[in-house]
């Protein structure tokens, strides 16, 4: 069975910055790419950054490019966002999902596989 558990949330101002975790079992980051979504209030789902398992190459959604890092250990296959310059509008619950992006849509997509998500809220 796919586990997927995304730990490191919680409460900090603008500005700060947080990093999550997200610990990954019954498949491998060989197998499918890493990534990060989120789900804010009232809002849909949405992808946030997917890092390639074939070339090491990340897509970061545009709300956080430049403020969002994307990396894996692929040995202890966990998978981390380091999230800095936070803005009140990153506040959201984050799930880590293998994902895909599709480079003519510019965008990244889930496979529907879903585990328990972190909450980070950000104050203004």
């Known amino acids: 069975d796919v586990q997927l558990q995304a730990s490191g949330g919680g409460l900090v101002q603008a500005g700060g910055s947080l990093r999550l975790s997200c610990a990954a079992s019954?498949?491998?980051?060989?197998?499918?790419?890493i990534g990060w979504f989120r789900q804010a209030p009232g809002k849909e789902r949405e992808g946030v950054s997917c890092?390639?398992?074939?070339?090491?190459?990340?897509f970061y959604a545009d709300s956080v490019k430049g403020r969002f890092t994307i990396s894996s250990d692929n040995v202890k296959n966990t998978a981390y966002l380091q999230m800095n310059s936070l803005k009140p509008e990153d506040t959201a619950i984050y799930y880590c999902?293998?994902?895909?992006?599709?480079?003519?849509?510019?965008?990244?997509?889930?496979?529907?596989?879903w585990g328990q998500g972190t909450l980070v809220t950000v104050s203004s």
């Open positions: 019954g498949f491998t980051f060989d197998d499918y790419a």
């Open positions: 890092l390639s398992s074939s070339d090491g190459s990340a």
């Open positions: 999902a293998p994902c895909y992006t599709v480079e003519v849509l510019g965008n990244m997509y889930d496979y529907d596989i």
